[in-house]
């Protein structure tokens, strides 16, 4: 966009959510305010799905919007996609203004920030396109680095933030989105695992990844079954465990999810279960009721669906992860589609059972892979230079290309970020949303 000028003048430019807005000190010819009138843009590719991509222009053109003049000042504003940097530059004879919105301003890096810590950011290409593409390499066997799930809330499965917001409370040194969450009632709908506790359970046999403090790290689609067993040998299965997805069937709730419960529908039913008995029987709960989670027990909520145990009876559970060595991990996230395994492409949305509009949609992305050499790999790829975002299938191409062995999908869209030293790296702040959880990375210091 070319802004000629009689004169010289002082100008600005600022940046909000999916659009840019310059600012001259002068006033514009009529003609141009008439021509550049405030529009509306229309989106047809909004995802209304459970697993939220974002709802943002991403993959508009870049194209002025409007020109207003009151005056004394001009303000022009356009369009700017996701991940689109502003190169802005001015020249005299006759003076200009000269803006260029391009997807490919990203300069290409590899900065070594600590030991075990590789900042990179390079144009990676797949067929005939390129695409922008930053990624934090981090060594989990180095002493001084520790890699732990992150919650936007710290006493309850409840809430978002925005990803710096969550990197700042937690002292993380660094950190990428997470999971998939129902951004309505702000609840987490995946495996949360920290330090052994299920914050949130795994649901739909769908991927995740887990690690230990030593290093260790396994890749593959989750599930997590449970039973509640009687005295007398009935057996009843748990489908969910601190989870918000919601099924017909019965979940349990335990003190990791908060020290409340929150019914998730209308007409629940369920069971207090206090050390090994039942000591309470709930009916007709509604999301008006907030039922006390016990500190030496569970919650066992059925939807559709009921449990006939009376108050006094005596209840065991048993719990199993597939694949069974999952419960030796003490840090878990889930997300999916599972990508890569063996260094092999093993992408199967329709088995993690997501939606085909989610399948087919082409999207800002965010990924944790393996290398070749051991090494994690925190991924978020942008629109690739002069056209739309990644597709899962050629996310996990480019994943194969950057040399990793297994590799998870994380939720994507406006939820795609790396944070790095306090800043988000691929990224313009104001154009990400909240998010409910994420992977962050600790530093301690060295002995």
């Known amino acids: 966009i070319i802004i000629q000028l009689d004169r010289p003048t002082f100008w600005q430019v600022s940046q909000a959510k999916n659009q840019a807005v310059i600012t001259l000190e002068g006033n514009a010819q009529q003609s141009l305010v008439s021509r550049f009138q405030p529009q509306t843009i229309s989106n047809s590719n909004q995802n209304n799905d459970e697993d939220d991509l974002g709802n943002s222009n991403n993959n508009l053109p870049t194209q002025i919007t409007s020109l207003e003049n009151n005056g004394v000042i001009s303000r022009l504003k356009i369009n700017l996609p996701t991940a689109y940097g502003l190169q802005i530059s001015s020249v005299d004879n006759p003076p200009r203004i000269i803006i260029d919105s391009r997807p490919d301003a990203m300069d290409e890096k590899r900065i070594v920030w600590q030991p075990g810590l590789i900042w990179n950011q390079k144009y990676i290409q797949l067929d005939k396109d390129w695409f922008p593409v930053t990624w934090l390499e981090i060594d989990p066997r180095n002493p001084q680095i520790t890699i732990k799930p992150i919650t936007a809330n710290s006493t309850s499965m409840r809430g978002t933030n925005p990803l710096i917001t969550i990197n700042s409370e937690s002292n993380a040194v660094a950190m ?8 309505n009632n702000q609840l987490p709908l995946g495996a949360i695992r920290v330090d052994g506790k299920w914050l949130s359970g795994p649901i739909l046999n769908r991927g995740a990844i887990a690690w230990d403090n030593r290093g260790k790290i396994r ?69 008006q009721n907030s039922i006390d989670i016990p500190e030496n027990g569970y919650l066992v909520i059925c939807r559709k669906t009921d449990i006939n145990l009376n108050i006094g009876e005596t209840v065991n559970l048993d719990s199993v992860t597939l694949p069974r060595d999952f419960a030796n991990y003490p840090q878990i996230l889930g997300a999916g589609p599972l990508l890569l395994q063996n260094g092999r492409i093993v992408l199967d949305g329709n088995a993690e059972k997501f939606s085909p509009a989610f399948q087919n949609q082409q999207a800002s992305r965010s990924a944790i892979a393996v290398s070749r050499e051991g090494k994690i790999l925190l991924v978020a790829i942008h629109n690739r230079v002069g056209g739309r975002g990644a597709t899962l299938g050629e996310l996990a191409r480019i994943l194969l ?19 790095l030293g306090g800043y988000l790296l691929d990224r313009s702040a104001v154009t990400a949303a909240k998010v409910h959880n994420g992977i962050g990375i600790f530093l301690s210091p060295s002995p």
């Open 176 to 183: 990428i989105n997470g999971g998939f969450f129902n951004r």
């Open 219 to 287: 890749i593959d689609r989750l599930s997590l079954e449970e039973t509640l067993i009687t005295a007398t040998g009935q057996r009843f299965p748990l489908t969910q465990l601190n989870s918000a997805f919601v099924a017909a069937g019965c979940s349990r709730y335990t003190r990791d999810w908060g020290s409340n419960y929150h019914p998730l529908t209308e007409r629940e039913t369920g069971l207090v279960v206090q050390g090994d008995r039942v000591t309470e029987k709930l009916n007709n709960l509604s999301p």
């Open 401 to 419: 290309l950057m040399a990793a062995t297994d590799g998870l999908n994380l939720d994507g869209g406006s939820s795609t970020g790396i944070t």
